[in-house]
């Protein structure tokens, strides 16, 4: 059996080790649980040993994992899981397709994946909805991260480097209702660290240059680094790492 909260200590050892490396302040990294394919007992877990930081792949899982949280807060399960305040973050960290937009941003607070303006046009219509409805405050802009292809592998989502500092000036000088927060990026799919370092090097710089935009002083998100490559995507500047497998182990599903 996996245990989770044992691998989240070795996590966050190991996240203590890269910040100290890299002569960043302890504890300026975030751990965000990619909890694709996990049961609800293994966020649980991750709850109980004090995570509240969730991303999901798939919106349908995003779903129904919100709700499990909810029962297990009314059944009294997250209780006898040793979990007293269910009160977390949910992130979209996968692609989205714009027929499930609506479910994604009812259910998670932040959109990571965003790399094309007719997407984040279509966020801001349904942030606009959103208020209308009542479900947001009047005027209130919806949270995403901007995700760069640092790698340049085909089967990678994400804009590239070259065109992501004019998508963010388009959407920030005409989407009121987006709030861009920073950059999201998968490294480099190789055992090769100088290409690896690349993706989270391209990624930083392009951060730099955001942040230079009217208006983006305040995007200071990377969220960059896996369970192989977080030490280095740390010492390249990440401020939020997405882990699945050093915590939960091997997915049965890919
Ligand atoms: C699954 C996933 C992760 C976590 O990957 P691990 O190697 O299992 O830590 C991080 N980011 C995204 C976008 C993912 O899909």
Redo the contacts with the bound molecule.
Sequence with gaps: MVDIAHNIALVRGRMAAAEQRAGRRAGSVKLML?A?YQPVENLLAAFAAGERLL?H?MIQQLEAAEEALNAAGADGSALRAGVTNLTHTTTV??HVQSNKLSHAMHYAQRIDTVDTFKTAQQIARRQQARIDAGEAKIGEAYPILLQVNSSGAPTQFGCEPADLIELATHISETLPLVSIRGLMT?GANTPDTTAVIRSFSITRDLGSQLRAIPGLADATELSMG???DMELAIEQGSTEI?????IFGP?AQK
């Design positions: 990619a694709k991303g792949n960290i996968g998968i896996m369970t192989n997405r882990i699945g497998t050093a997915r």
